[in-house]
């Protein structure tokens, strides 16, 4: 910032941050630091999510030692289920849990 003040020192200068306040670097203020203290409005993620002007997140969780274990449990199945519906059932709970 600091280098386009010096370059354009009759510019107005107009600058966002996501996180003012960084806590794991010391706390430090990026308002203060980037745009001299001068805050014109402030906007949070959810108001900006309500407004429309960001998208909701899709929150999508996996565990892949879920999913290794899940392929075990196929591989078992196929070896050691004996009939066919046999089979297929076993195989149904484990696409449940897919």
């Known amino acids: ?3 386009i003040k010096e370059k354009y ?3 107005k200068v107009i600058g966002t941050t996501a ?3 960084r806590y794991l670097d010391n706390e430090k203020n990026m308002n203060d630091i980037l745009f001299d203290g001068v805050c014109a409005s402030e906007l949070s ?3 900006s999510i309500l407004q429309g002007l960001l998208p909701a997140p899709k929150y999508i969780t996996t565990n892949k030692e879920m999913l290794n274990d899940l392929s075990n449990t196929e591989r078992i199945i196929d ?3 004996y009939t066919k519906n046999q089979k297929i059932e ?3 709970l484990v696409e449940k849990y897919k």
Do not use: F, G, H, V
Request: glycine share 0%; hydrophobic share 30%.
């Open 1 to 3: 910032m600091q280098i």
């Open 9 to 11: 020192p009759n510019k």
């Open 19 to 21: 996180t003012e306040i």
């Open 45 to 47: 993620l959810s108001d």
């Open 79 to 81: 070896r050691y289920c």
């Open 90 to 92: 076993a195989k149904k």
